[in-house]
């Protein structure tokens, strides 16, 4: 919108300049814009910086007046802000604090192939360098206090009204279709808990990475809330009842429903942390961990000649196979393949990259404490990929 101030000049990434605001309004204005500070560069005793002091004083606007050498005024404009700066001197130290301060906007280190792409009337980058732009351009949580991560990520990830209104319908009917289905398969078809659970594993899986594609991490949150909130209500029902019959394995009895409980848990944190640390790339570790694991186990069911003990919480004998692990490995590629042309990546860089990522959520899912390979594999797919992708900027 048209400023009352009038013109004013983008000078520095933190730093506005124009004409002197002289009423309130002008003032207001320019907070609305996101003015935090302003300056006044002129002699303390003239009538404009007398009446502007009283004026901000009175409400309670942050004004200072600046008399001092351009380094001073460079090193003050360089903290807080952002500034907004007006008064006789200003055109005075204009060349000088943009030389000081820097470009107003920071280009990426591509923008003449943007030109480039635009002149041509083409897309302005190619959908896999839009993603590793935003690989180089993540730098983690500001800060490693627990509490405050998840506080930030809670309010990136909280979804608006408009995406609860319109995605909450589709989201609780798919989740409600892929619960049914995976029941009626356990109940009516009499299909081994094995492959029903894995069923509506790989499912939900393959949608929150489409969620995520299409409508970001305030849609995917949306998703896995009501996605938890099903499992929660059949573990309430319990023992009968169609869907916690088709999830809950009988040879994790007499707990049951704990190993429906643990699994829901690490899912869901195994999603935010691959969304705080690697969200570029957080979908993939979606399909690798949903394809990886809905594979793994019926295969291992049913071709898993050569066992392997894994450490299991409460005690409940817990074995994996050769075979199955094998099956993961090959799903994960699967996966992490089709996720990185999604992406858009070359299919050289797509199946190199894949390979090395479906080793290591091999591993890592051979490794893990059963009940607990939806965190770890999740986690352990997206930082493999993220650092990959990362080398190749």
């Not at 990434?13 to 124009?18: L, R």
């Not at 302003?38 to 409400?59: C, H, W």
């Not at 793994?296 to 049913?302: I, L, M």
Request: glycine fraction near 10%.
């Amino acid at each position: 919108r048209k400023l009352l101030v009038g013109k004013i000049e983008h000078i520095a990434p933190n730093v506005i300049s124009g004409a002197r605001p002289d009423n309130l309004k002008k003032f207001a204005d320019l907070e609305d814009l996101g003015i935090k500070k302003f300056l006044y560069m002129g002699q303390a005793n003239s009538p404009e910086a007398i009446r502007d002091k009283e004026l901000t004083t009175v409400a309670e606007i942050a004004w200072q007046i600046e008399e001092a050498s351009r380094e001073n005024i460079g090193a003050l404009l360089g903290k807080e802000g952002p500034w907004y700066i007006y008064g006789p001197g200003t055109s005075e130290i204009m060349k000088g604090l943009k030389k000081d301060l820097g470009p107003a906007y920071k280009e990426p280190a591509d923008h003449v192939k943007r030109y480039k792409y635009e002149q041509a009337g083409l897309p302005e980058l190619p959908p896999f360098q839009v993603t590793l732009q935003k690989i180089k351009a993540s730098k983690g949580p500001e800060s490693l206090n627990p509490i405050t991560i998840g506080l930030d990520f809670f309010m990136e990830s909280t979804p608006d009204m408009k995406t609860l209104i319109l995605f909450s319908p589709f989201a609780l009917l798919y989740t409600y279709v892929c619960a049914s289905y995976a029941g009626w398969l356990r109940m009516k078809r009499k299909v081994r808990v094995g492959y029903t659970r894995k069923v509506f594993h790989f499912l939900i899986f393959t949608m929150a990475c489409l969620v995520q594609a299409k409508g970001g991490v305030q849609a995917t949150s949306l998703y896995g809330a009501i996605v938890c909130s099903c499992v929660m209500y059949a573990i309430l029902r319990g023992d009968g009842f169609a869907f916690y019959e088709a999830m809950a394995r009988p040879t994790d009895a007499p707990h049951r429903s704990l190993y429906i409980f643990i699994p829901m848990v690490t899912t869901a944190l195994g999603g935010v942390i691959a969304n705080i640390f690697f969200q570029p790339v957080a979908m993939i570790g979606y399909l690798v961990g949903g394809w990886g694991d809905a594979i793994g186990e019926p295969a291992g069911t049913k071709w898993g000649k050569h066992k392997y003990k894994v450490h299991s919480l409460m005690g409940v004998p817990a074995t994996r196979s050769i075979e199955g692990s094998a099956a993961v490995m090959a799903a994960s590629f699967i996966a992490a393949l089709i996720g990185l042309l999604i992406l858009g990546a070359p299919m050289g860089l797509a199946v190199s990259t894949a390979l090395i990522c479906a080793i290591a959520a091999c591993l890592t899912e051979a490794l893990s404490t059963h009940g607990t390979d939806n965190i770890t594999v999740q986690i352990v797919a997206c930082a493999v990929l993220y650092w990959l992708l990362k080398g190749v900027l």
